[in-house]
């Protein structure tokens, strides 16, 4: 296979000495720090002797294991992962055994500290090895001293942000029951760590990009002479770096208006606003993948003789989703009149994601509501109207139910 080669590690608590498709460790152990046992009462921390899983003289243990410099990359997906232990001695008692991995930064030596086991930060995932076979003898090195499939483990700790090839592995046995492996100071029949991967790294995840259309405006006209409005898209960015294109169109404007835009796709557009009233444009930029949600700037222009109020729908909001739908609660209290007068409210929805039925209570008011009953984008318009200025204010806002 060209693009995909899964690798099998055989890694050990000692350094690797063969590369090739299999990788095998066949090193003595040099070091007693890198497995070990805590008194789960005490806490007390024993570095020396065969590992106990988990009873001994009538004492419980949790064990650890740390496997220094394994060679899987990030990104890979584990396969297949156990580890295998050696007996110390025969016993037949039932045991079941639950393990976890270690997430830390660095996965350190064992210390004689106490609790220096069960003070370690522990994956999510863990596997259970339950109704473990009889060990027959001393010595005896097989399938009924391997662990169950530790993949989900071993996932969990490469996936983390900071994983990268080289780095120790750590590992943690706890349960009931009574089997004694032999440990570091038993050299060549130290437990083993075995690993399988799928090499093949997934495409990296591209990330919407996000359009920022730039600050509402407010201008006055003075003699009807047409206003060059300037748009901002300048701050719309995109979390992998890549280049964006922007698009921009006109969704709202004064009646017997017709302005056109310089440049639809520059990021600083003009416009000559010809006729008092509100502007509503919305901004859309791609990252050569996929479009960014809407961003919408509203620009008002008012006349020299009353100003409209200046809507204010409050700022954007992005919910998640309840089980029976999701309340929502809209306010126009920031909105105000420059000519102090009584301002009065009316809420539309722009647009609603495909299938929703979701309606406004009380749309007249200055907070009003709704359930949004399906997940993806409302666009709500408040419209604010002080009876006096040729045109009301307008501004949208949008709700993101995720």
Known sequence: MKNSIKVLLLLSLSTVIAVSTTIHTKRKISSTYDDAEENIITRKINLNGPLHFVTHKGQEFITGLRFKNIKVPKGVTITNAYIQFTAKEKNSETTNLTIQGELAHITRKFKG?????????????????????????????????????????????????????????????????????????????????????????AAPTNHPPLAEAGSNQTHIMVNNIPISIQLDGSTSSDLDGDPITYTWNFIGKPIGSNPILSDNRAVNPIFNADRAGVYILQLVVNDGVVNSPIDTVTI???????????????????????????????????????????????????????????????????????????????????????????????????????
Not at 171 to 195: C, D, E, Q
């Open 113 to 201: 500290k106490s609790g220096n086991i069960s003070s370690r930060t522990k994956t999510i995932s863990s596997v259970d090895w339950n109704d473990i076979s009889s060990w027959e003898r001393a010595s005896e090195k097989g399938d009924k001293q391997k662990t169950s499939d530790l993949s989900p483990i071993i996932q969990e700790i490469i996936d983390q942000d900071d994983w990268h090839k080289g780095k120790a592995m750590g590992f943690f046995i706890s349960g009931t029951g009574n089997r004694v492996a032999k440990s570091a100071h038993h050299k060549t029949l130290a437990p083993v760590l075995y690993i399988e991967y799928d090499d093949t790294v």
């Open 300 to 402: 008002t222009i008012n006349s020299n003789q009353n100003t409209a109020p200046i809507a204010n729908a409050g700022t954007d909001q992005t919910l998640l989703r309840g089980e029976d739908g999701t309340f929502v609660q809209l306010d126009g209290s920031a909105s105000i009149d420059l000519d102090g007068d009584p301002i009065s409210y009316e809420w539309r929805f722009i647009l609603k994601p495909l299938g929703s039925t979701a309606t406004l209570d009380n749309p007249y008011t200055m907070n009003p509501s709704f359930w949004a009953d399906v997940p993806g984008d409302y666009y709500v318009l408040l419209i604010a109207d002080d009876n006096i200025a040729l045109f009301p204010g307008l501004d949208p806002v949008t709700i993101t139910i995720q």
